[in-house]
């Protein structure tokens, strides 16, 4: 079992800031890609970013410029920084993390997803 928690969500006028954060724990032998996707009201789940044990980043084209992914292998943790938010941004962001568990068995894992509200 591996779990994945997010923090950091909340409401912010546009043009804010916000820093959402993903903890990974549990049976984990090794985390591969880990990443943020969003789901706005009425609308499917899109990736917004991701993030490779080595570095390597995908953004989604309406957050380039104004989101930055990190991670830190160490503490198997995700951070979104948010920048320039606008209302288009606001929805419910999930973590998720690929990996293969300490069994030797691949795992995908969802968080529970956090609120991010973008006010005009």
């Known amino acids: 079992q591996v779990q994945l928690v997010e923090s950091g969500g909340g409401l912010v006028q546009t043009g804010g800031s916000l820093r959402l954060s993903c903890a990974a724990s549990?049976?984990?032998?090794?985390?591969?890609?880990m990443g943020w996707y969003r789901q706005a009201p009425g609308r499917q789940r899109e990736l917004v970013a991701t993030?490779?044990?080595?570095?390597?980043?995908n953004y989604a084209d309406s957050v380039k410029g104004r989101f930055t992914i990190s991670r830190d292998n160490a503490e198997n943790t995700v951070y979104l920084q948010m920048n320039s938010l606008k209302p288009e941004d606001t929805a419910v962001y999930y973590c998720?993390?690929?990996?293969?568990?300490?069994?030797?068995?691949?795992?995908?894992?969802w968080g529970q997803g956090i609120q991010v509200t973008v006010s005009s």
């Open positions: 993030i490779t044990s080595a570095g390597s980043t």
């Open positions: 998720n993390a690929r990996g293969l568990s300490v069994l030797k068995a691949q795992f995908g894992s």
């Open positions: 549990g049976s984990i032998f090794s985390l591969w890609a």
